[in-house]
Structures are given as C-alpha cells and as structure tokens.
C-alpha cells in the first residue's frame, strides 16, 4: 500500500470524485453506529461535491482503510478500471486496487493531463486566433481611421487655403478699391481747385468789365478795350454788357459757346510772334492774351498721351482735358471756339457734345481718324485757327490751309503751369 501522502502529489482529487460518490453513498446505506465517527460529517454533507478539505480527508481514509474501500466498490455500480472515462478508471483502479493499478492509474492520469493539455492548446490557439484576427480587424479600422484622418485633415487645408486666398483676394481688391478712391477723390479736389480758380478769375474780370462800363457811361464817351484779361470788351458799351452775358454762359458747365464768325478775308495771317516758339508754353499764352477772336482745335488723344501716357483713353483723363481746355476758353482775351477731336470705333459718323465751359467735343467714327476730322475742319475754318499735335503730319496740312501749328506739348505745359 502507498503512503496517503504520495497518493494526493500525482492522482487529482477530481479524478477522484466517482470514488468519493461511492463511499457517500455506502456510507449512508450503513447504520448510524457502522459509520466511523471521522466519516460522519462526510456521510452528512447533502451537496454534490465534498469541500477540497473533506475530500483530502476522505482520500486519505480510503487509501489506508481496505473495508471501505471495498464498501466503496460495492456502491459504485458505475467503476470500471477499463472505462474511457479517466475519472472512473482511477477511481476503480484506487478503490479495488489490482495488480499494476498504479501504473495503470498513472497512465490515465498523464493521459488526461495529455489531453487536457491539447484541448487547452487548441483552445489557446482558437483563442489567438481569434484575436489575431481581432487584430488585423483592430488593425484595419486603424488604417481606415487614419487615412479618414488624413483625407479630413487635408481638406481641411484645402478648405484653409481658399478661405486664405479668399481673404487675400478680398483684401487686394479692398485695396485697389480704395487707391482708385483715393486717386478719384484727388482729381476731383484737383478739379474743384481749377473750377474755382476759373470762377474767381472770371468773377474778377465780370467786376473789372462792369467798373469799367460804369465809368464808359459816367464819362459820356465808347469804351475802350482794356488790355490783358479785359480785352473781352469791344468799344461800344452795349457790347460789353452783350459780352458779360457770355461770361456768365461760359463758366457754366453745360453753356454751349455760339460759333464764331469767320473773320474777314482782309485779316492778316494768324501766326506767332517772332521769338515764340509753337512748342513753348508761352505760344499758348500768347493766344489765351491775342484779341481777335479765333478757333482752336485739339487732337485730343494726342494730348492725353502726354498727360497719362498708360491711361490715355480712360475717360478720367478725357475729363482732366475737358476741363483744361474749358479754363483756356474762359482765360483767353476773345472769344473762343474750341474744338476737341477723339479717335473712336462708333458707327453712324462724327459725334459732336458739348464739354464743360462751351467747348465741343468730338468722336469720329469707325475708319475715320481724328487727324482726318481735324485737317477737314482746318479746310473750312476762318484764317484765324489754331491746331493742336504732336503729329507734324497734321500740323503741316493744318498750316497748308492757313491754320496756326502748336504742339501738344506747348499746350500740355500751359494746363500744368500752376
């Protein structure tokens, strides 16, 4: 017989547990007084499985006690050392005791252990499985995660960038919005500033005129034409009153200056005086102080290169002419036509406006040059016409039909004298 000891080191208390039911059940089939008194809490329990420390006590009573070991056998219908079952094998082979039942007992015993061990190899490889392959779907969610993210976040810069490009946008316009204000609001102070220069001069001269027609009539005697800026007057008092009416109407803006009559073929030749030069400003000084009325003709582009040579044609710097040639009208000593032409593209022939202080304005038509409009004005004018360019072309064919020739440049120095 074995040592109780050795017997619980190598056979589990679980492959046991047939045997323990048996000696129950013996147990309770003996009289009260059969059973040993180190049995009875044993043979009291009602549950289905003995507490660990009650078990290790039965097992040590049934290895050195043979009488109950062989009641124990006698109540388990159910052991057989050949069983399948490794629990009712050992359980058979410890309580009978054969021949070789240890060996045999270990046998079972390392073959449960065996496949114990194999069903918990293949449960830890289903197990690893599993989360191998709750891994690559952890690992995949990951990769979708991320380039989620990484498309969400470059939208993101995306959507920036425009928003930025935007606000860029945005601010460069509200820049240029408002250099174009600026400038606006400067030309337009700038024109203020000549309108009323031209008003308080013509004020003035109006004031000089009438003093001087009161003093015509106190004295009984015609009026003499003053010189410098009063020599609009003629000598007979009721034209200087005819001539303060037409003051008045230049210096209105919409005023539309009368044509003048041509002068008389008797008229000598309208040309500068010697040591004037036609590209100086002092040959359109000269004019604005000359006192026989007379026609001046502008070609107009030609002039606003020199003005604005980038904006020529926009119509700001049309305006900025308009109004010089408005400020020479009313400066010059005589009655003046003034005559500015423009290229264009329009259909239906020569348009003709009025500008600012009586002067005509002038768009040619489609195939038609300002040069050509103004060599036939300079064809059919009175001898007393100035033309304006810096085209020689136009000049020389101007001079051919007795006109005066300046060039722009003369004129362009005239306006910007002050």
């Known amino acids: 017989m074995c040592h109780h000891g050795i017997m619980s080191d190598w056979i589990p208390p679980e492959l046991l547990q047939p045997a323990f039911r048996a000696v129950r059940k013996a147990l309770r089939d003996l009289d009260p007084d059969e059973v040993p008194a180190v049995l009875r809490r044993i043979a009291g329990q009602s549950g289905r499985r003995l507490p660990p420390p009650l078990a290790r006590k039965l097992m040590e009573k049934l290895d050195e006690d043979e009488w109950l070991r062989e009641k124990a056998a006698e109540s388990g219908a159910d052991l057989d050392p050949d069983s399948s079952d490794p629990a009712r ?41 599993d989360l191998e392959q709750q891994l690559d ?63 308080e001069e013509a004020s003035d ?61 008797a008229a000598p030749r309208f040309g500068l005086p010697p040591g004037i030069s036609p590209d100086a400003k002092d040959a359109v000084a000269w004019l604005v102080s000359y006192q026989e009325p007379f026609s001046l003709v502008v070609d107009g582009y030609n002039v606003t290169f020199l003005l604005d040579e980038e904006g020529f044609t926009d119509p700001a710097v049309r305006d900025r002419l308009n109004e010089g040639l408005a400020r020479f009208r009313r400066a ?67 001079e051919e039909f007795g006109a005066l020739g300046l060039w722009s440049q003369a004129l362009v120095a005239w306006l910007e004298r002050r």
Not at 146 to 169: D, G, H, L, P, Y
Not at 178 to 186: G, V
């Open 89 to 129: 094998a050992v359980s058979a082979l410890f309580l009978l005791r054969p021949e070789g039942w240890e060996e045999r007992a270990r046998e079972a015993v390392e073959h449960r252990a065996t496949g114990t061990q194999l069903a918990l190899t293949q449960t830890l490889k289903r197990t690893i499985a």
């Open 137 to 199: 779907v952890s690992r995949e969610k990951a990769r979708t995660a991320q380039q989620r993210a990484q498309a969400a976040e470059f939208e993101a810069e995306r959507k920036s960038q425009v928003a930025r490009s935007a606000i860029e946008t945005a601010r460069k316009e509200e820049r240029e919005t408002a250099e174009e204000l600026r400038r606006s609001h400067e030309d337009l102070e700038a024109r203020n500033r000549r309108l009323t220069d031209d008003l």
């Open 205 to 265: 001269r109006i004031v000089s005129l009438r003093d001087e027609l009161l003093r015509a009539r106190r004295a009984g005697r015609g009026f003499s034409a003053p010189v410098g800026p009063q020599a609009w007057a003629s000598r007979d008092p009721l034209d200087v009153a005819r001539m303060l009416d037409e003051i008045v109407e230049a210096i209105r803006p919409e005023a539309v200056a009368p044509a003048l009559e041509a002068a008389e073929d």
């Open 332 to 398: 010059a000593a005589a009655p003046t036509r003034v005559i500015v032409v423009y290229d264009s593209a329009q259909a239906g022939g020569v348009s003709f406006s009025t500008g600012p202080g009586g002067i005509e304005v002038r768009f040619t038509e489609a195939g038609y040059t300002a040069d050509e409009e103004i060599l036939s004005i300079a064809a059919g004018a009175p001898l007393r016409l100035a033309v304006v360019s810096t085209d020689r072309r136009v000049r020389e064919g101007a």
